[in-house]
């Protein structure tokens, strides 16, 4: 009896201790999203366009200007420090904000600045509706607490808060599904996730959803693997959490392929044993991802051309595709062009791809810490999934899972990288032609995270049981510590929450 309790008073102080994980990314999403002014360079603008017209049930049918609605709330409260240095405005300084000025004073400068603003054309049009759909009820409701002008465009990123609270949580569930016994898994993939300072959190973009929704479906793809009869309700839920993923960002696809995969190999198993257990699951997980995703495409081919919307876009941004034959000429294919398109790809999936003051917000200390780390631990992952390593057949299936899901997103932006000519766009480029946009691994946040900490806890295993925990709270102090020395910049900009 007394071991029972002692159980379930550890196992209350570790949710205990979970919950202020939660808790504390909460906070920490909450103070940056203020700090940075509105409209950061990753695309923020376009993203916040798109809100405005789901916010009147509109859905976008072409790759159209930026709309007049969007315009008003651009202008007056757009800031310049994201992609100008001061030295270009009189006297050093960036000016005030035009919110802050009379409107007969600035009146000339917020025309120009409309003119500027509104030849820009939104690439984005053809992206899935689910976050746009869902911001703009949560827009709404903000409005209707009586929020107007910059806060109500502070209340859109604030929705932040909650997903990255739920990320950690759903971090936890999933860790404690894969190695119940392993405290260092189950305390280290909430606490690494918590503290990961992608700065995709701190803006309006589509991207933060992707964690929670491929999440959610990394988790049934856990429980696909552990059972040996897959129910009905299991089957629509994968179903449900196929179609989130692919309804949020498109560059989800191949972690969705990989997850898909992974259920019909298991499915397979199970049918060999016991024909036929999971067929029904299976049907219910087509039907449910199937219906939503494919009346999307419909939509998609129907108003941009094809069934991603793709080719439009990649016309609009200047790129074209080259010759096959051409393809393999990539630097890519040598070691210094694959070792700098893992580095900065594995540095901006950690810490985010904002400008202030037209450079990136980074050091490159702990860039090279992100790109090393993650190259070893993802190494070490690997090598501790052998039968020697202490792990059930279901921890080696689901630890691997985790990581063929991340690789199969690398993958994915390698061969984006050497299938185009990038044209005259600024990133990627001809002269770095690569594609390193780590927020569009961001569906892979939580995977990543259970294979990093399961390589530290391996290379850690002949050592005490604590050490793996110590040395991820040396890893998140120092990531904290980078982060707050990069963006300390950002709290004394005039454009930003805490100046209103």
Known sequence: MASRESKAFVAAKERVLILLLCVTAALRVFILSAAFPFFSNIDEDLHFDLITQYSHAQVPRSFDRLKEETLNWIVPYASPEFMFPPEQFPNGKFPVPLWKEPWSKVEPEIASTRAAWSSEINFESS????????????????????????????????LNVSLIAMM?????????????????????????????PQNVFYAMNNDVLSPLCFGTLFLCVLQWLRTNAPSFLLGALTGVGVAATCLTKLSNLPLVAVALAVIVARSVTINLRTPPAGLIALAALISCAAIPVGTWMLWTKFHF???????????????????????????????????????????????????????????????????????????????????????SAFQRQAIGSAILIFLAGVVFLALLSIQFDFGNCINPSREHPYFTSGRLLSG????????????????????????????????VAFVTTSEILVNRVVFVSEHNWFHL
Not at 130 to 152: I, P
Not at 322 to 344: A, E, L, R, S, Y
Not at 345 to 357: K, N, P, Q, Y
């Open 444 to 475: 892979a946040l939580i995977p990543f995270a259970v294979v990093y900490v399961y390589g530290a806890s391996w290379i850690c295993r002949r050592s005490n049981t604590a050490l793996p925990l110590i040395v991820l709270v040396l890893i």
């Open 168 to 196: 950690v949580w759903l971090g936890y569930v999933t860790a404690r599904t894969i190695a119940p016994e392993r405290m260092a898994l189950r305390i280290g993939v909430p606490l690494l996730l918590a503290f990961i």
């Open 127 to 158: 992206q899935p509706p689910l976050y746009y759909a869902l911001v703009s009820a949560w827009w709404w409701l903000g409005k209707y607490f009586g929020l107007a002008g910059l806060q109500s465009l502070y209340w859109i990123r604030f």
């Open 305 to 391: 051309g094809d069934l991603t919307g793709s080719t439009a876009k990649i016309g609009l941004l200047g790129w074209t595709r080259k010759p096959f034959g051409d393809w393999w000429q990539h630097p890519i294919f040598t070691p210094h062009g694959v070792w700098i398109f893992w580095w900065d790809l594995i540095a901006s999936f950690w810490r985010g791809e904002v400008s202030w003051h037209g450079q990136p917000l980074r050091w490159p200390g702990p860039d090279g810490f992100y790109a090393v780390s993650s190259l070893l631990l993802v190494a070490a992952a690997t090598v501790g999934l052998r039968k020697q390593a202490a792990l």
